[in-house]
């Protein structure tokens, strides 16, 4: 059975539809918002193979007109050149204000098409069908789009809202298992951050979710969805509260930026590594408890995720080094570092003014 949840936000609410075959149904789903209009589905190498053209298929009969377009797989792909390129093949189309672009892809496809509608004729209205978990429980909602500059992830972006979300549970049979644990981290983290029954129910029933198992998939991915879209209707621009899902992210950017962004580390493991530190360092600032941050390490190990540094490919982890990257981030303001930390599980909250000197001892501490 589909499940519904709307991410409130007045005039731009949306719903996200989450299930089995939503794809193969997309006539139906999509009707409201492509009935008569000017459709582009942007897929990338893979998701055009697997899902471009039946999607057009089914949808063709409902539209004016549907055209294909498709950018290389990868990170690669959110830069300002792809992003040039894109927005000169969209508008040799010949596009107006009514035409909709449709994102069939993970991540990458989901905030670079997303910064394409929001920059098209001044914005068009697009729709977000993520193909991998990851982007079903995070990226796809919420409305951040964006692509990456020379110097930093993201840097370039809008918040944009999609029309609607069709996260299909059928698409993740393609995946494969490391792809699954990425998307699962993100899944672990709205536990952690607010909700520690789901947290205990992930303990139990984890191991389905990775499976694909449809109850267990369904719910996992509607309970994360449901967290976000909360957040989001209270903070779309993360003025405050948002900033809660970023919890393991401090530390996880600044892996990734260490790694290069070169397949060696996928942001969901880097986000698995960053959540055991995040609970790691709460404990050590005397915020929390160390056998909350054992329990969620041992969860995330039986998961098969990395949870500690020493797992992170060799080499990543010079204190000095991955402090500095926290210190380019967007969101370090002023050379201000701030953290999500816990207090226990499922109780986070934002923490302001963290001396980059016991961020390095803390990191020295665990290498
Ligand atoms: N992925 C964090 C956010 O959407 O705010």
Known sequence: MTKIVTVALGARSYDIKIGQGLLANAQEHLSPFVKDRHVVIIADAHTKELYQSELAHNIEPICRRVDCLDVPAGEHSKSLSQFAELMEDILALGVDRKTVLIALGGGVIGDLVGYAAASLLRGVDFIQIPTSLLAQVDSSVGGKTGINARVGKNLIGAFYQPKLVLADSDVLRTLDERQMRAGYAEIVKYGLLGDASFFEWLEAHGEDVLNNEPEAIAHAVMTSCM????????????????????????????????????????????????????????????????????????????????????????????????????????????????????????????VSHIDSNDVIRFLESRN
Request: glycine content about 12%; charged content about 25%.
């Open 227 to 350: 967290a976000k879209a909360q957040i989001v209707s209270d903070d779309e621009t993360e003025a405050g509260k948002r900033a809660l899902l970023n919890l393991g992210h401090t530390f996880a950017h600044a892996f990734e930026a260490e790694a290069g962004y070169d397949g060696r580390l996928l942001h969901g493991e880097a986000v698995a590594v960053g959540l055991g530190l995040a609970f790691e360092f709460s404990a050590e600032l005397g915020r929390a408890n160390g056998q909350d941050a054992s329990r969620v390490k041992a969860h995330l190990a039986k998961m098969g995720l990395p949870c500690s540094i020493a797992d992170l490919p060799a080499g990543q982890a010079d204190a000095g080094r991955l402090v500095s990257h926290m210190m380019k981030d967007k969101k370090t303001n002023n050379g201000i570092l701030t953290f999500i930390l816990v207090t226990e599980i499922g109780k986070s909250e934002i």
